[in-house]
Structure formats: C-alpha cells, structure tokens
DNA sequence: GGGTTGTATTGTCTAGGACAAATAGGTTGA
DNA sequence: TCAACCTATTTGTCCTAGACAATACAACCC
C-alpha cells in the first residue's frame, strides 16, 4: 500500500522525455543537471520536478535553443524563455480560431471543439481552413503547451479533433486515378501525423492521389511502398521535435532508393531551419510551398503547352 | 555519388529494431549474433541482413519466445517458427474476408481494400465488424507479416484504410451526454492505435461517450485527463509489442492516481498474456471482455435495479 | 491442480574515456 | 554587404567491461 516512489529510473526519464540515457549522464557532469538522487543500489533515481524541468529543456531545444545555454538555467528562466519565442507570430486578435480553440480546449470540451473546428471548415472551405486556421492553430498551441497553458492531453485532444475532421474531410476527397500519385509518410522518429493529414486534404483537393502510409515508416518500406504502388512523388513530413540534422541524410538516402522520376518533397516545421535541400529533393516549409510544388509538377508534366 | 554503404550504426538499429544498444551488445557477446563489422573507427556497423534478422527476432520474442532460444538460430529457422506459430487460429477458409483483405494488399490496391470494408461494415452492422472480421483480419496481417508475406508498408496501410473507415462510422455516433463516460488512450510505448479505436466504436454504439486521447500519452497526463474530464473508466491498450513485465506496475501506478470510483480497464493482445489484473483493474483480452465489463459497470452503477 | 522455492536467464545500469559531427564566431575575399 | 572558408568549441554518440535486480522457468511439496 505504500506509495510507490514517483522517482523515475534512468530508463524511464529517456522514454519520457526523448532524452537519451547517454545524453542525462553527460549533461549530469557536464553542466550540473539533472542531479538524481540514488537509490540503494547506487542507481540514479530523478524526481519529477528535474523530470518536468528536462520536459521544457527538450521543448526549448526543439525551437533551437542550445544545451550550454540552458541546461543549466532555473526553472523560472526557461519558463520565461518559452513565453518570449511567440513575439514572431502575429498576435491572435480576439475572437479568432486560435483564442476560441484554446478556450474550449482549456474548458474542456472536445465534442464543442471538434463543431467548431467543423463548422469552420464547412465556412472557409477545405483548402483555407487548412492554411489559415489550422496552420495558425498548431503553432497556437503548441506554443501554449510550452508556456505551461495547456496540458499534454489536451494537445491530444486538439490533435484528434483535428484529425477526426480533417479524415472525415478526406474521406470522400480522394480519386483513385488523378495526378500526380504522392506517397504521405514520416520516418520512425517521428510520430507526429497531423502534417501529412493537412498535406494530403490540399493535394487530394486539387486532384492529386494521396495514399497515406500513416506515421513511423522505415526508410526502405518507403522506397518500397513508392516502387510497388508506382507513385509520382513522396512527401515526408518533419515536425520541430525531429533532428533538423538528420534529415539531409535521410533524403539522401531515399533519393539514392527511389527512381530519379519520383520527386521528393519534404515538409513540416524542422525543414524550415534547413539552409538548402539535399540533391535531387525539394524542402516544403510551409503548406504553400506543397501547392506550389504540385503546380510545378503539373507544368513540367503536361504533356502539351 | 559513392553509394554511402547501408549499413547501420548501433544507433541506427536501435531505431529501426526496438532492441536497445545495451541488448544489442549484450546478444553479441552472450549468443554470438548480431556479428556487426566495424567501421574505421572501431564503431559498429550491422549489415541489412542482420538487421532483417534482428526485426523477425524481435518479432518472435514479441509472441512470447525467449532470446536464448532463438537469437542464435539461422533466419531460415526462425522463418519456419514464424510460419509454424498460427495454427491456433482457426484456417480461414477461401472468400473469408481475410483472404479477400490480404489479397488486396498484396495487390496494392489499398483503395478497394477500403471499399471492401466498408461494404463489409456496412453489411455486418459495426459491432460485429469490430468483434468478427476486424479482429481475426488484425491477427492475419500480423501472422502475414511474420511469415514473411506482406511488407511492413503493407500492414500500414491496411492500418490506414480500417482507421479510416472506423474514425468515419465513429463521427456521428458519440454521444456527449452518454454513459459512462470513456477516456482511452496507450501509453508511451504503445504506438498502435487501432486497439482503442476498435473499442471506442463498440462502446460508443452501447451509448458510452467516448473520449480518446490517441495514442501515446504520459501516465501523469492520462490521470490528469481522466479528472478534468471527469470520466468514469479509463481504457489502456497495449499491443503484442508492449513488454508484459511493463503493464502490471503501469496499471498500479493510475491506480493510485485515480479516484477509486474511477474504474481502469487493460486491453489488447500483451494482456492475454498476464495471469492476472492488478488490485483495481480489470484486463480485456477479447473485445467481448470489454461489452462484458460495460455492461457490469451499468448494473452496478444503475440506481433501480 | 496450486503454491513455494531455487536456479538460470536477461535486461538495465554503472564508470570514464574517446572522438566524430555539428555549430559558432572570426577572417578573408568578391 | 554578403558569401565562403577556417578554427575552436560544443555536443551527442559510441566504446569497454562488469555488477546485479528483475524476470521466467523448473522442480518441488502440499
């Protein structure tokens, strides 16, 4: 009955936070956090609140950020840190997608959520509500999360609001014989859907096939789903928790395994701090770039002038 | 140009395999597979073959065998266990929806594969799709994929195609004022999503209000969800993937963090395998367990009787 | 059968060190 | 002014080898 130590185990702290066991240990003696206490064994056990500081520590590194210039700041510091990246955004005026949706989300009410997200949809039409609400939206709240607004599971209810809409959208959308045909997927790492969803509602809409092998593909399941199922172009999506430095390599690889006819486009947040794209690949940073990408397949694939 | 060898770095395979660096040493040297070549800085380097080999083993030890048993054996050998392992399942025979669903994959036309279920939901009603043709086809692709029959891009998009058709016949039927109210969700680990889709589509037909969180949600977050939502059972699922050893203290630990009116329900393929449920939970090996356990939560939450 | 004990197996953790790869900052040249 | 190069520092990953708790299995007794 005693309440077991809410202590983490090395092992757990790496599955909580993505931080890998090597990486706690070094930081440990290089910049004097974490500093676990240890068990009886002689084992490293983290109490939660350096558990939750390294939560934010990885979220701020996400955006970029530096471990030498973070780690071993205070908690209040990094908080202020996450409140002080959102000044690029646009501030979201009153009564717009982004307050209503963090308010229903903060009130708790998926179903009214998942209305509203719909009805916007049915009123700006598919292609706007995709660039301009639920764009604006995931950045609204991600960033929201790391300012300490929201919980993790409310983003997880914002994230499966917006799937259910966005699949039932699609549902209909998708024809079987149109052009080009995209392959939609992410590599193992990344677990995050939500991008390619969003992708694959633009192009279907503009008549393009888009067969989503969902997340967490291999690199060589990709390939081979591309060659077997004859697609025009592949579409990886990289969300900001992705490595920005092992995506070059990855395309590179993919390039190197798909046939020099099939494009390579690779999109999401972590492609924007990419300088240039690797050889024979094509960076979407944003989900113009995904409409413009199309368009210029279309122009360079059109038979006739 | 060069083609930069595939071979994968101890990093690399632990990405791909699920085997973490620690195990892959450690079989090294204990069983003498995997044999990796080394690179010119002494660093391993496992060639593709080894890492077929270590997905299947993974695969096996995931259904219950022991390293000791099979890492040392030939790929042939373990391609025969992986083929031998399904005579339990009762032989499905010709025009069965199984061999209908796989010989679309294997046709690479996940598009009819859609229409196929849907037909076939539409047809059965949704809970007997769920409970008589979800369930066997899941456990088929998985024997498939073992034997070495279809690809691992193949089970995503059979994954794709039932969530798709699932999330659709799920749209309308939640109920917001339904009872009890449902929150599911995996854990961390538990990547596979499918699990918790199939039960809310069953619990939501019975008049639940399902409320699902996707997958891969932090214990603490699950327990913050489940009081803010204010919901009456919490559903787990946890995937043949999911370390059996891992559930027991998992469900102990939301036991502690949930009021003891909360009631906690474990789902999915791993719990088969535990001899019993932790004090306050209750395990759903079969989809029947889970109407069983809701109709036992509505006699004895029901003021008349 | 059902529980208990002993034994073997197996995964996780420890330590400190080496070093490639990535990044920042300064310098040079167009 | 900007791009390209260089160098210094930072940072993550990998190495070895061993200790040991937790788990699973087998044998035993009731």
Redesign the pocket.
Known sequence: MSTPAPYL????V?RETG?????????????GFPR?L?D??????YPPDQVNRLRLIKRL?DT?M????I?AREEADLLALAGNRHVSTPAAQDGSIETTALDLLRRHDPEGLRQALHRLLLRQGLAAFVQDSLTPLNHAVGEAWSRGEIEIYEEHLYTEAVQGVLRNALAGLNDRHGRPRVLLTTLPEEPHGLGILMVAALLALEGAYCLSLGPQTPLEEVANAARAQAVDVVVLSFSIIY????I??ALAELRQRLEAGVEIWAGGAATA?LSRAPAGTRLLPTMEDALAALAEWRRSHDART
Chains 1, 2 share one sequence.
């Open positions: 185990s090395i092992g757990a790496e931080l890998s066991k090597d990486v706690l240990r070094k930081w440990e003696g290089r910049y676990p240890r009886e064994f002689g084992e490293r056990i590194m970029g530096r471990p030498s210039s780690v490595p920005p430095r092992r070059p390599p701090r």
